[in-house]
């Protein structure tokens, strides 16, 4: 359960305060990161949709049906860099299109699954604003060798690159520009 205390989002599990979170962090990733899989709030939760991290995909493909034939786990992390042809950012903006963003996604998972010894795949993309330092995209493949991992998940990434409808914008001090329409 979470609890509104002012500052800090206070955590507490079986009526014991476990944690207190600043308002400012994500306590929605930490949770996630520290292995609840939900959390029940007192108050109107706080302006975060970001739940999934790292190791809750993780934790998900150690899960999945196979996982005792596989030896391997291959892992992405795409972040927001400070510099981009030059420029400072001072924000990337995402969008996507809700209607056709999970139709795409169970595509490419559906694809990278179907790779010669690959079990399972997890991908999340963030979506809104963020700044620099801040992570983008998590791509976790699991299979049963390394060589099926490296080579699902650079495949991974370019499929989710090309085909999943999420844009992205660069904002920097002096302007803006929208990722697909910079002259390559």
């Not at 809104?128 to 699902?152: C, Q, S, T, W």
């Given at each position: 359960?979470?609890?509104?205390?002012?500052?800090?989002?206070?955590?507490?599990?079986?009526?014991?305060?476990?944690?207190?979170?600043?308002?400012?962090?994500?306590?929605?990733?930490?949770?996630?990161?520290?292995?609840?899989?939900?959390?029940?709030?007192?108050?109107?939760?706080?302006?975060?949709?970001?739940?999934?991290?790292?190791?809750?995909?993780?934790?998900?493909?150690?899960?999945?049906?196979?996982?005792?034939?596989?030896?391997?786990?291959?892992?992405?992390?795409?972040?927001?860099?400070?510099?981009?042809?030059?420029?400072?950012?001072?924000?990337?903006?995402?969008?996507?299109?809700?209607?056709?963003?999970?139709?795409?996604?169970?595509?490419?998972?559906?694809?990278?699954?179907?790779?010669?010894?690959?079990?399972?795949?997890?991908?999340?993309?963030?979506?809104?604003?963020?700044?620099?330092?801040?992570?983008?995209?998590?791509?976790?493949?699991?299979?049963?060798?390394?060589?099926?991992?490296?080579?699902?998940?650079?495949?991974c990434v370019e499929l989710i690159k090309k085909d999943?409808?999420?844009?992205?914008?660069?904002?920097?001090?002096?302007?803006?520009?929208?990722?697909?329409?910079?002259?390559?």
């Amino acid at each position: 359960m979470v609890r509104d205390s002012g500052e800090f989002y206070d955590v507490y599990e079986n009526d014991v305060k476990i944690l207190s979170v600043r308002k400012d962090l994500n306590v929605l990733e930490i949770l996630a990161d520290l292995g609840f899989d939900y959390a029940v709030f007192t108050h109107q939760k706080p302006d975060v949709d970001e739940y999934e991290t790292l190791k809750s995909l993780i934790r998900r493909v150690k899960s999945a049906k196979g996982v005792e034939r596989c030896g391997a786990i291959a892992i992405f992390v795409g972040f927001v860099r400070r510099i981009s042809d030059g420029k400072e950012v001072v924000r990337l903006e995402f969008e996507r299109f809700d209607e056709l963003y999970e139709i795409k996604l169970d595509e490419i998972k559906r694809r990278i699954t179907d790779m010669e010894g690959v079990v399972s795949v997890e991908i999340y993309h963030k979506v809104g604003v963020l700044k620099p330092g801040e992570d983008i995209l998590y791509v976790v493949v699991m299979g049963k060798h390394r060589r099926n991992v490296f080579k699902a998940l650079e495949e991974c990434v370019e499929l989710i690159k090309k085909d999943l409808p999420i844009w992205k914008k660069e904002v920097y001090e002096d302007g803006a520009i929208w990722v697909h329409d910079k002259p390559q």
